[in-house]
């Protein structure tokens, strides 16, 4: 499958600081997107960025995607302990009407 | 707006027995989908469907059926179930192949 892989599976950083996430997918696509999921929760959309956009802004979230390289980095700013969580990448197959989710990166943020 | 909602939240089956997961969004959306979640796994596509009517088998479909008889409504069946089908089961929904919405997830254990 063309199932993406994040890295870090696992991530601690202190309050204030940047979290990078970086995820790799298999075959060409359409869109990426992230998500996160707080613990015992459903996932929550945070981006979506298309094949043709390089890079992409929402609040402290950049979102970068190389198509070339089949990857794409998430970068959380200036980090909270609110963002404590697991973050997945998901890419769409290019004609398909499904995502495939990666394994995540759990990211604990200390205060 | 309820969003998605699913129910049950928590279920206790023994091995063999039969249930369904009900799935409802209230946000005339024509995508619903299927997912579990396991320990140290992204989430895994069971089943899908792309309108009322209409389902479709994901990644992980063995052991599952699914229904779509109402467009906000689709279900989830597991005609006998089995230890291995203990999980975290999530349903979401997507106006097209884009943004996918979750509901709060159903926890299954089966002894």
């Known amino acids: 499958s063309q199932q993406g892989e994040e890295d870090p599976q696992a991530l601690s950083i202190q309050e204030g600081e940047n979290a990078t996430m970086n995820c790799s997918y298999k075959t060409s696509i359409n869109n990426l997107q992230w998500y996160r999921q707080n613990s015992g929760r459903g996932l929550v959309h945070l981006i979506l960025?298309?094949?043709?956009?390089r890079e992409k802004h929402s609040g402290r979230l950049r979102v970068t995607l190389d198509t070339s390289k089949k990857s794409s980095s998430l970068l959380i700013t200036a980090s909270r302990a609110a963002d404590t969580a697991s973050y997945f990448c998901?890419?769409?197959?290019?004609?398909?009407?499904?995502?495939?989710f990666g394994t995540g990166t759990r990211l604990q943020v200390f205060p | 707006n309820a969003g998605v909602t699913q129910t049950p939240k928590f279920r206790v089956l023994k091995t063999g027995q039969s249930m369904t997961l009900l799935c409802a969004q209230d946000?005339?959306?024509?995508?619903m989908y299927w997912y579990r979640q396991d320990p140290g796994m992204g989430l895994r596509l069971i089943h899908y469907?792309?309108?009322?009517?209409?389902?479709a088998k994901g990644e992980v479909p063995d052991g599952y059926n699914v229904s779509r008889l109402k467009k906000q409504n689709f279900l989830l069946g597991l005609e006998s179930a089995a230890p291995s089908q203990t999980s975290v089961y999530f349903c979401?929904?997507?106006?097209?192949?884009?943004?996918?919405?979750f509901g709060p997830g159903t926890r299954l254990t089966v002894l």
């Open positions: 998901a890419t769409d197959g290019y004609n398909t009407d499904k995502l495939i």
């Open positions: 946000m005339n959306h024509e995508y």
């Open positions: 469907s792309v309108g009322e009517g209409t389902t």
């Open positions: 960025i298309r094949s043709n956009e």
């Open positions: 979401a929904s997507s106006k097209v192949t884009d943004t996918q919405y």
